[in-house]
């Protein structure tokens, strides 16, 4: 469900739940895009990962390029083959410390096919004028995230296709 403070993207992919979990997390720079619109690091050709935080069991999402880390996220929840949460902050905007959540859920359908949905959450805690929000509010601002997840959606079904293909030959 879209609301001003949230917006919802769902796929359907011919993978099961769990094989989905890993392609989503382990492959999660195969297939999200490049560019200023999806990556943080000046150069927009880091290598995005979710990784352990250096001392202890904790995730983050992070984009690497040579010395450079950005951080995309911290993981807020991991439960392989079912859910994701993790925040978010927006591309190339440190100096705003809001963060906003991202979950994303996998739930098995039909026999070897799992929905994902990805709901981006928590808009409210930005200001009116805050930069990611390019100007726009209510439904025509949760349309362009929705829009934004469900471009990258694309792209990870592409990938767990392929990763399915490559497994059955």
């Known amino acids: 469900m879209t609301t001003p403070d949230s917006a919802t993207a769902t796929t359907l992919v011919r993978v099961a739940a769990d094989k989905a979990f890993r392609i989503f997390t382990e492959a999660i720079d195969r297939w999200w895009r490049r560019g200023p619109r999806y990556r943080h690091g000046l150069t927009r050709s880091g290598t995005l990962a979710f990784e352990h935080d250096s001392g202890d069991d904790t995730r983050r999402l992070v984009e690497r390029s040579g010395e450079t880390i950005a951080l995309v ?13 993790f925040e978010w ?3 190339d905007l440190a100096e705003f410390p809001e963060t906003t959540e991202v979950v994303v859920r996998f739930a098995a359908e ?3 096919c799992t929905r994902v949905t990805i709901e981006h ?8 004028d805050h930069p990611a929000r390019r100007d726009l509010s209510g439904e025509a601002f949760s349309s362009m995230v929705g829009l934004y ?3 990258l959606l694309v792209r990870f079904v592409a990938a767990a296709t392929a990763d399915a293909t490559a497994t059955r030959s």
């Open 89 to 91: 902050h927006a591309p």
């Open 121 to 128: 959450r928590g808009w409210s805690a930005l200001a009116a």
């Open 149 to 151: 997840w469900g471009d």
């Open 73 to 85: 996220g911290r993981v807020t929840r991991w439960q392989p083959g079912e859910l994701l949460a």
């Open 110 to 112: 039909g026999e070897g």
